[in-house]
Every structure is written in structure tokens, then in C-alpha cells.
């Protein structure tokens, strides 16, 4: 069973900065992915940025491009987010989602589909 936590978010600025973080636990499988999705109030869920384990192939929302930064710490299984210059249509709960495969990864999907562990989620709110 596959546990995840999310923290960091908060209140912000516009043009501020934040950084999320995410560890899972019970990780087994010989590759994963790690990703972070986000969803505003009355709109769908939308993927946000996507990380694999062995190769650290990444991916982002064209909505975030240049300003969002993934990482992984795979010794820790953490999983962070780098926000900045943050607008405030950024403002939604931020969740970690995360799923396995006995085989290497050579990208990361950003839809909700493959993933199957999730987190509680973290407010992360903009002000303008």
C-alpha cells in the first residue's frame, strides 16, 4: 500500500514563490512516476508537472513552463515542486500522485489515468 503526503503549500503574492513537497511510502516497483496535479474550484483536475525514477524524465503543463521546477530525491522518496512567479490563476489544491511499473520509463503521462496513489492535497493560494 502506497501512502502519500503532500505540504508546503500557503498564501502567496503574485509573483511569489513556493516550493511543495511529497513523499511516498511503500514504494516497490523497479520504476515509477512521481506528479504532481492541481484543481481549482468548479474546474477538472489538470496535470501539473511529472518526474519518472530512473531516467528523471520530465514533463510540464504549457501553463507552467519556465516557471515550475520538478525534483526528486529518490533516496527519500520525495518529490518536490519549485513555484515561482506564481499568478493567480495558479491559486488550486495541489495533489502527488504517484504509480508503479516493473519496467523503465522513458517518459510520464499527465493525465490522471496510470496513477494510482494519491495524497490529501495542499492549498496553494495566490493573491492578487
Known amino acids: 500500500q502506497v501512502q502519500v503526503v503532500e505540504s508546503g503549500g500557503g498564501l502567496v503574492q503574485t509573483g511569489g514563490s513556493l516550493r511543495l513537497s511529497c513523499t511516498a511510502s511503500?514504494?516497490?516497483?523497479?520504476?515509477?512516476?512521481m506528479a504532481w496535479f492541481r484543481q481549482a474550484p468548479g474546474k477538472e483536475r489538470e496535470g501539473v508537472s511529472c518526474i519518472t525514477r530512473q531516467l528523471g524524465k520530465e514533463d510540464y503543463a504549457d501553463s507552467v513552463k519556465g516557471r515550475f521546477t520538478i525534483s526528486r530525491d529518490n533516496s527519500k522518496n520525495t518529490l518536490y515542486l519549485e513555484l515561482n512567479n506564481l499568478k493567480p490563476e495558479d491559486t488550486a489544491k495541489y495533489y502527488c500522485a504517484t504509480f508503479g511499473t516493473p519496467w523503465k520509463l522513458v517518459d510520464c503521462p499527465l493525465t490522471d489515468a496510470p496513477y494510482n496513489s494519491w495524497g490529501q492535497g495542499t492549498q496553494v493560494t495566490v493573491s492578487s
Open positions: 511503500g514504494l516497490t516497483f523497479d520504476d515509477d512516476v
